[in-house]
């Protein structure tokens, strides 16, 4: 099983990137997607959710309205379009995958990528 984000960067404020994360070795299509990010001393977040068909996607407060979490089943990929970046999202950007089947808990990480928002 591998995720692999791509995509992150050094922006000033205001720009915009795109992430990708790449899946292999499970059924992509299947599962839930994932970002989260971790900035310097504070605990991982929760960024943005999109469902297994790309339905339903789910925002944190503090990234409504700039960021746009979006998925390729074909092509096994996640997206997170982030816009009006602002220096408080300088964080590393992790992408997730989780599924609940007959009962149990599946879930994979990613590495992450380092996106850092200048001012």
């Known amino acids: 099983v591998q995720l692999v984000e791509s995509g992150g960067g050094l922006v000033q404020s205001g720009g915009s990137l795109r992430l990708s994360c790449a899946a292999s070795?499970?059924?992509?299509?299947?599962?839930?997607m994932s970002w989260y990010r971790q900035a310097p001393g504070k605990e991982r977040e929760l960024v943005a959710t999109i469902t297994s068909a790309g339905g339903s996607t789910v925002y944190a407060d503090s990234v409504k309205g700039r960021f746009t979490i979006s998925r390729d089943n074909a092509q096994n990929t996640v997206y997170l379009q982030m816009n009006s970046l602002k220096p408080e999202d300088t964080a590393v950007y992790f992408c997730?995958?989780?599924?609940?089947?007959?009962?149990?808990?599946?879930?994979?990480w990613g590495q992450g990528t380092q996106v850092t928002v200048s001012s």
């Open positions: 070795g499970f059924t992509f299509s299947r599962y839930a």
């Open positions: 997730y995958a989780a599924i609940v089947y007959s009962g149990n808990y599946y879930s994979h």
